[in-house]
């Protein structure tokens, strides 16, 4: 089956710095990924659609500049959370479609000091 | 805008005792489906859709487009079932397909 992989599973940071979290299909190639945040014990939203070779769609609420996607290759894409605040503070999951079924990946359990 | 509604956020019920989750859609196109699951520590991945109309751990859904609803059903609970269930909607458009989530069922089987 597909896998969706995500590094680093845990990331500890300080207020300011920024956070990069990837996402990668394991063994499928993915011209589309998606990031989810979630809270504890609330429902996945949808941050952003990754596209491998352009810009990524943001969902109506998320800053651009906050959250930065870059998707590299077709099985690579990228999230940095810059100048990362407490708030930033979540979980973020991404997944990648393959034969029309979303894959997700472990999650990345952010927390900024 | 497409919506995902699950009324129950927690659902306790003993072993061998039928369960159903609630799922309700609002959405003016052709929906598709999906129940998701998450066991403890582990990642979310795929229980059933509708198209398939397949039973997977004993668990089915059926589409009811004239009350929008998809709820999940199992006529005997396991223990094993103890896990948090999200209801999904897939929308096709220009960029691609997306899901949006309900805000997920937490159903607890008791022994």
């Known amino acids: 089956g597909a896998v969706v992989s995500q590094h680093p599973s845990w990331v500890i940071c300080k207020s300011g710095t920024s956070v990069k979290i990837e996402c990668r299909s394991l063994?499928?190639?993915?011209?589309?990924m998606f990031w989810y945040r979630q809270f504890p014990k609330q429902s996945l939203m949808l941050m952003a659609t990754?596209?491998?070779?352009?810009?990524?769609?943001?969902e109506q609420g998320v800053e651009k500049d906050k959250f930065l996607i870059n998707h590299a290759s077709l099985t690579l894409s990228t999230l940095t959370v810059t100048s990362a605040h407490p708030e930033d503070s979540s979980f973020y999951i991404c997944?990648?479609?393959?034969?029309?079924?979303?894959?997700f990946g472990p999650g990345t359990r952010l927390t900024v000091l | 805008a497409q919506r995902v509604t699950q009324p129950e956020k927690l659902l306790s019920v003993f072993k061998g005792a039928p369960v159903e989750l609630k799922c309700n859609y609002s959405?003016?196109?052709?929906?598709?489906l999906f129940w998701y699951v998450q066991y403890s520590r582990q990642r979310l991945q795929l229980l059933l859709r509708h198209i398939s109309r397949e039973s997977i751990k004993g668990f089915t859904a059926d589409l009811n487009k004239g009350e929008t609803s998809f709820h999940l059903k199992k006529p005997f609970a396991q223990e094993e079932d103890s896990a948090m269930y999200y209801c999904?909607?897939?929308?096709?458009?220009?960029?691609?397909?997306?899901?949006?989530f309900g805000e997920g069922t937490q159903l607890t089987v008791n022994p």
């Open positions: 990754s596209n491998e070779g352009s810009k990524a769609t943001y």
């Open positions: 959405y003016s196109g052709s929906p598709e």
């Open positions: 999904a909607l897939s929308v096709r458009e220009t960029s691609g397909s997306r899901l949006t």
């Open positions: 997944s990648a479609p393959w034969w029309n079924t979303q894959y």
């Open positions: 063994d499928f190639q993915a011209t589309t």
